[in-house]
């Protein structure tokens, strides 16, 4: 019950003797992820060790090393690595991506905010052309609940289930995943809010349309740009599952950036009531609150039907 994330990925954190990176690998180690190896030039050949929780309430720790490679390449020659989570400081993610890319790794989750939109536009055009996913950036990461967490989502708030998640914002996700915690996900994908990411909604659609223990689909999007409205003509064309919806920023102001770099709005383009409407045309149901969007999955998990009746064109 995956997208992108299995319990057989192996990840490499990029930046993980940093402050963030030590925080949130020792986190992803706890949550169960194969955590293979860090990457600093400036420190390659240590071994860094990390009080793991072993218990399952998280009662008592165990020491867990962690290598650290002088670059990606030796960290993929070293262990097999197919994951890369990047923790590094804006000016220096551009050259943290494109070293990962070009090392073969097959997906690249930056969590780094503040990156200049033309670095990201650079990075998420050179991953395309050597094959690597991009998740963000930033983004709080994916998690596969029970298998792999690669990011900073917290693992303990949710279970393995059948509902897949794909969302612009981190603090939303958690909460959906909370909401929904007696349900369960099968992924929960954070793509970032950034007027360019790496994988979009639609990306995410197409991964969840095609995996057998995704049952459900919750989109959370947010005002600014048009990238709900593309994923709600593709739904409408090319998803049989059902779709529950939130949509961020129905009381936003005009005219006013909001959260996210993306989150920009402009006369009626990119509002929260526009895309709402977009997506119930195409057959999903928008919920008001993230409560009740909670209430809608809920209920539309207990109907026996599903889109397979909705007509596509």
Do not use: W
Request: with cysteine.
């Amino acid at each position: 019950m995956a997208i992108f994330l299995t319990k057989e990925s192996k990840v490499l954190v990029q930046g993980m003797t940093g402050a963030e990176g030590m925080k949130h690998t020792r986190r992803m180690l706890a949550a169960g992820t194969n955590v293979v190896g860090g990457v600093n030039p400036r420190k390659a050949g240590r071994t860094v060790e990390f009080d793991v929780p072993h218990h399952p309430e998280g009662l008592g720790s165990a020491p867990t090393g962690v290598p650290v490679f002088g670059s990606v390449r030796e960290g993929i020659e070293a262990t097999g690595a197919d994951v890369s989570v990047v923790f590094v400081p804006p000016a220096f993610a551009r050259t943290a991506v494109l070293e990962a890319a070009d090392a073969g790794i097959g997906l690249a989750v930056v969590i780094t905010e503040g990156i200049p939109v033309h670095d990201s536009v650079a990075f998420c055009a050179h991953a395309a052309t050597r094959g690597t996913r991009v998740i963000g950036p930033n983004c709080p990461g994916l998690i596969t609940p029970g298998q792999s967490n690669a990011g900073i989502i917290p693992a303990d708030i949710t279970k393995p289930g059948r509902v897949g998640l794909v969302s612009k914002s981190g603090t939303l996700t958690y909460q959906l995943m909370h909401e929904l915690r007696d349900i369960g996900f099968s992924t929960c994908v954070g793509i970032g809010g950034d007027p360019v990411v790496g994988t979009s909604h639609i990306d995410c659609l197409t991964a969840f349309q095609d995996d057998p223990d995704t049952e459900l689909i919750v989109l959370i999007g947010e005002i600014g740009g048009d990238a709900e409205e593309r994923a709600a003509a593709f739904i409408r064309d090319h998803i049989t599952k059902p779709v529950v919806g939130y949509i961020a920023g129905f009381t936003a102001p005009e005219g006013r950036t909001m959260g996210h770099a993306g989150a920009i709005v402009s006369g009626s383009s990119g509002t929260a009531g526009a895309k709402k409407k977009a997506l119930e045309a195409a057959g999903v149901q928008v919920g008001g609150t993230p409560t009740e969007t909670a209430r809608l999955v809920l209920a539309r998990l207990h109907e026996p039907a599903t889109r397979s009746d909705v007509t596509h064109s």
